[in-house]
């Protein structure tokens, strides 16, 4: 069975610094590490919708801005009877070894709101700086699954110097 996740990059300016809102993974019989949010699509699930759920019930927080959403095409086929979703994603990765199949998609999104002290499956909901992140990567405490698309998202953003 292979896993199809959603994962959200939220970011916001503060103090003309761009955060990246991350949270503690605790999911009983997993490593605590820190991570992106974002989780499981359910079947038949809008991708644009899962990522909407996954930040609200991982940090509280309601996404108001979901780059690229306003250039999505969906189609339906009456015929036989199914629709299609396409829209362009920032990143997006597929488990190639490991103890899990999973594939999965990373949208760079804004939201509002107050933050959980505790999430589903989260702790420790705050918005981290590029250094903050770095020496979590660094010291080995960030999500292997996410890493790649944090140093990617920090790169495109003219942070190469920074990225461990």
């Known amino acids: ?29 997993e490593p605590e590490c820190y991570e992106l949010p974002g989780g499981r699509i359910n079947e038949y699930e809008l991708i644009t919708d899962a990522i909407k759920r996954e930040v609200y019930e991982k940090t509280g927080l309601e996404v108001v801005e979901i780059e690229n959403q306003d250039s999505q095409i969906v ?17 997006s990765y597929q488990t190639i070894q490991g103890p899990v199949d999973s594939f999965g998609v990373y949208f760079v999104c804004r939201a509002k709101g107050k933050l959980l002290a505790q999430g589903d499956d989260s702790l420790d909901v705050h918005w981290a700086s590029y250094d903050e992140i770095n020496t979590l990567i660094k010291d080995k405490n960030f999500s292997e699954i996410d890493k790649p698309a944090v140093i990617l998202y920090m790169q495109e953003n003219g942070l190469e110097h920074k990225v461990l």
């Open 1 to 29: 069975m292979i896993h199809v996740n959603a994962r959200a990059i939220v970011i916001q300016k503060m103090n003309s610094e761009t955060q990246i809102l991350i949270q503690k993974r605790n999911k009983p019989g």
């Open 75 to 91: 189609t339906y086929n009456h015929k036989d009877s199914f629709s299609i979703q396409c829209i362009r994603p920032f990143a």
